[in-house]
């Protein structure tokens, strides 16, 4: 069984959050990485679409807002190694939303916005979601597909 709670705050506005009664079991939802655009020129923009789905037989709350808070970004280079975050203004918004079984929510990320991919190569991105905004949700441990993104000359 699932329960909101609203007694958690970030500098004093109140945020609905997901707690699920058995915070051990996994939420039932999957996230699915994916790009439009691959390869892409070094310059460009390089977006990913993150699609949440139900994957349970009941309706669930989720957190819902600003993506780049919602998600735990996680780029690598070829070697491994975690890509530099650029320094970029952050707005910060927060809430929640329901999502009914079998059905998605999608969401965007502008990686280019967030991280340095100023030079040609091979990069490796995996989201989750940030335990933060859904403590004892059950989503702590939940990861995306591996996408891999070319920037070519």
């Known amino acids: 069984m699932n329960r909101i709670r609203t007694n958690a705050s970030v500098a004093g506005i109140p945020l609905i959050l997901l707690t699920r009664a058995n915070a051990k079991t996994p939420a039932p939802i999957s996230l699915k990485l ?28 989720i957190a819902d807002g600003t993506s780049e808070h919602i998600y735990k970004v996680d780029v690598r280079d ?7 975050e650029k320094k970029h203004l952050r707005i910060f918004s927060i809430g ?20 340095d991919l100023s030079r040609p190569g091979t990069y490796f991105v995996m989201v989750g979601r940030n335990p933060k905004v859904e403590p004892e949700s059950g989503t702590e441990n939940l990861r995306s597909n591996l996408l891999v993104i070319n920037v070519t000359i």
């Open 34 to 61: 994916a790009t439009d655009t691959n390869p892409v020129k070094v310059g460009t923009e390089v977006k990913v679409t993150i699609t949440v789905k139900n994957e349970g037989q009941e309706a669930i709350m």
């Open 78 to 84: 070829n070697l491994g190694n975690p890509v530099p």
């Open 96 to 115: 929640g939303m329901t999502l009914y079984p079998g059905r998605s929510h999608t969401d965007e990320i502008v990686l280019s916005n967030m991280y």
